[in-house]
């Protein structure tokens, strides 16, 4: 018998994304160095079809790589569709593969940094930028102590309840992204880290533009007032996706120091420093399919 919440799916509309999640449910069953192999060549064939993302991720590359010379930035484009690509496949893993699978192709480097500040009983904000192997790094993170973090609903409301499932499944608490934010406020002060995602484009609300790689970015302003009304300490994570399916990474690194200091911009600009020097590190694992600069300050010409 179907479970009482995906009895609403059986409708033939949903038909197409069950066979869908029943490929990445089979896929997430393969050893990860076949998994790589596979979403390797997805990605050069997802490169060679969609000229539109393909479009924005070059125009992101140029804009934050001025200094490397064309070949090089096409270079990083490639890889990034090879890396997306395995991400597309590796997703299941994170999805449905045991606690026991999850922890063997998963490794924490930086612990340090974390596990003092769980010592000391601060209240803590995990800075995590949007690397593509994020969605595994929340899921294993929360499988150590649960968290609170902020989902975005899809459109697919059978992907959306399978997604919320997943990323909840180790005891994390999901906020939808469109909600006031009392509840990650309410549950960081109870201890609970907030996993945060807060740099793709924020529009115009609630934003300021502060530099990404030199370019004027809308960056939401809010991860300074989290940080300010539930007085945590702000400890960027990384999640690193491993060459050739040797599994991921996620890292800590050393708290942010004098954050919040009270000034959006600054606090802003702080937090896209730090992100810049994770991206720098592995350029071809930022989620550049993104329009990262698609708000413009006024008077700036649209850049996609």
């Not at 004027?216 to 300010?228: D, G, M, N």
């Not at 919040?260 to 991206?279: F, K, Y």
Request: with cysteine; glycine share 6%; hydrophobic share 40%.
């Amino acid at each position: 018998m179907a479970e009482p919440g995906l009895r609403r799916f059986r409708h033939p509309r949903y038909w197409p994304t069950w066979i869908g999640l029943g490929f990445m449910r089979a896929v997430s069953w393969l050893p990860l160095p076949l998994i790589a192999l596979f979403g390797r060549a997805l990605g050069m064939l997802l490169y060679a079809l969609h000229a539109s993302r393909r479009h924005v991720v070059r125009v992101n590359i140029r804009l934050c790589f001025p200094e490397l010379a064309p070949g090089a930035q096409a270079r990083i484009v490639r890889k990034h569709f090879r890396a997306f690509g395995q991400t597309l496949l590796d997703i299941g893993v994170g999805w449905w593969a045991s606690e026991s699978r999850l922890r063997r192709v998963t490794r924490f480097r930086g612990r340090e940094h974390y596990d003092q500040a769980l010592r000391e009983n601060r209240n803590i904000i995990l800075l995590a930028p949007h690397f593509l192997g994020l969605d595994i790094g929340g899921i294993r993170t929360s499988a150590e102590r649960p968290v609170v973090s902020v989902f975005r609903h899809p459109d697919n409301e059978l992907i959306a309840h399978v997604m919320y499932r997943a990323r909840s499944r180790f005891g994390a608490h999901l906020v939808e992204h469109n909600k006031p934010f009392t509840a990650l406020v309410r549950q960081t002060k109870k201890g609970m880290p907030l996993y945060y995602l807060p740099d793709q484009d924020a529009g115009r609300r609630n934003s300021v533009f502060a530099p990404f790689f030199g370019v004027p970015a809308a960056t939401f302003a809010v991860l300074p007032r989290l940080a300010q009304m539930t007085d945590a300490v702000v400890i960027p994570c990384v999640t690193r996706q491993l060459s050739w399916g040797r599994g991921y990474e996620i890292e800590f690194r050393p708290p942010l120091k004098a954050f919040p200091s009270g000034d959006a911009v600054a606090d802003t600009t702080h937090m896209n420093r730090e992100i810049e020097a994770a991206v720098r590190e592995m350029p071809e694992q930022y989620f550049w399919l993104h329009k990262r600069f698609k708000t413009r300050p006024p008077g700036e010409p649209k850049l996609y």
